[in-house]
Every structure is written in C-alpha cells, then in structure tokens.
C-alpha cells in the first residue's frame, strides 16, 4: 500500500508542478518538428536521468536511522515546498521573462536537430530539470518514502509524461481557455498545500 501511496503522490505532485514549466515549453518548441512519440519517449528518459539521480539521492539520505536528523530533514523538506509555491507567486512576471529569454538560443541550437530526437530531447529536460521546481520535488519525495525508490521514480517518470501530453495535445486549446499564469498559480498552490500539510501529519503524529 505504501508503494502505491508514494507512486500517487510523485505522479501528482510532479504533474501540476510541471504545468506551465519552463521544460514544459521546452517541449512545446519541438512539437512542431517531431513527432510526439518521439517527444514523450525523450521526456521519460530525461526524467529518469534527472528525477532519478534527485530521488535516488534523496532515498539515500532517508534511510538513514538517525530520527532526529530525518525529523529536521523532514521539516526542512516541506518548508521548502512552501517556499517554492510562494516564491512562484512572487517571481512570476520576472521568471516568464527570464526563462524566455534564457532558454531562447539553447531551443534554436536543440531544434536544428533532425536526427536522434529522443536523445536530445532527454538531453533538454534532463539539463533543463536540474535544481528546477520539479527536481527539488522529487528529491524531498525521496527523503519522504526513502524505501520506494522504484515507485516515486515511475510515479514521476509518468507525471511528466501526462503534463506534457497534455500540453502537446491541448496546449493551443488550453491556452484560450486558460491563461498560462494561471496554469503557474495553481501549481504553486499544489506545492504550498504539499507542504503544509506534511508539515501537519509531522506534528499531528
């Protein structure tokens, strides 16, 4: 039960919190050229190389016996979750216009690539997600559920692979239903709700 609790909370978390990520948009750039198998079986290796080394590193640290120092790595974990969501609200005028500008001639080198998709799309994601807000995510996922490495892996391995679909699929359509801002919003939101209330079932306990 435990590994389908962890699996349910790494897909989750990681699917809202890559709506309206800059990889997300990273993949959105290749859609034009490639096709989307292609595409998704680039995101999932990408995550595997990125969420995989986050997570793994994370478990590593967590089955630790050591109650005390995993009680603070604990506390630290979901006050940084907190901490992501609000700075997402505060920061995001200001990340749009970076990431835009910052992702804007590594897209134009990565696009001019015909050949070997897949591996230059998990190149992408897998540069583009270390230290992102997914990254971080799944590294507290796994000091949280230390002994289900395989779990939250597939757990996020999919999550990116949904919310990219999803963007590919109905990205045109979502975007005049929906703003990309709050797209962003609400991922945020996710992630402070995460925090909170691991913070509660720490205290609760």
């Known amino acids: 039960m435990q590994y389908l609790y ?7 978390l990681i699917f809202f919190s890559e709506l ?24 999932a290796l990408g995550t595997i190389l990125s969420h995989g080394l986050a997570i793994t590193f994370g478990c590593n640290i967590g089955i630790l016996s050591n109650t005390d120092f995993m009680l603070y790595i604990k506390i630290f974990t979901y ?12 920061q995001f005028n200001k990340k749009a ?7 804007s001639y590594i897209i134009k080198i990565l696009n001019s690539f015909t050949k070997n998709c897949i ?5 992408a994601i897998a540069i583009g997600e270390i230290g992102d807000k997914t990254f971080l995510a799944s590294l507290g996922l796994g000091l949280e559920y230390p002994f ?30 929906i703003s990309l801002s709050t797209i962003e ?4 939101i996710i992630f402070i709700l ?12």
């Open 148 to 177: 289900c490495k395989f779990s939250l892996i597939c757990g996020s391995v999919l999550g990116m692979v949904a919310s990219n679909s999803i963007a590919i699929f109905l990205g045109k359509w979502l975007t005049t239903k």
């Open 79 to 90: 006050c940084t979750f907190i901490f992501l969501g609000i700075i997402g609200f505060m």
């Open 194 to 205: 995460f925090g909170v209330v691991g913070i509660l079932t720490i205290f609760i306990k």
């Open 20 to 43: 309206g990520d800059k990889t997300q948009i990273l993949v959105l750039s290749f859609s034009a050229k490639n096709k989307t198998i292609y595409l998704l079986l680039g995101v």
């Open 185 to 188: 919003k609400f991922s945020n």
């Open 6 to 12: 962890s699996f349910l909370i790494s897909f989750t």
């Open 119 to 123: 591996l230059i799309v998990a190149i």
């Open 97 to 103: 216009s970076s990431n835009q500008s910052s992702n």
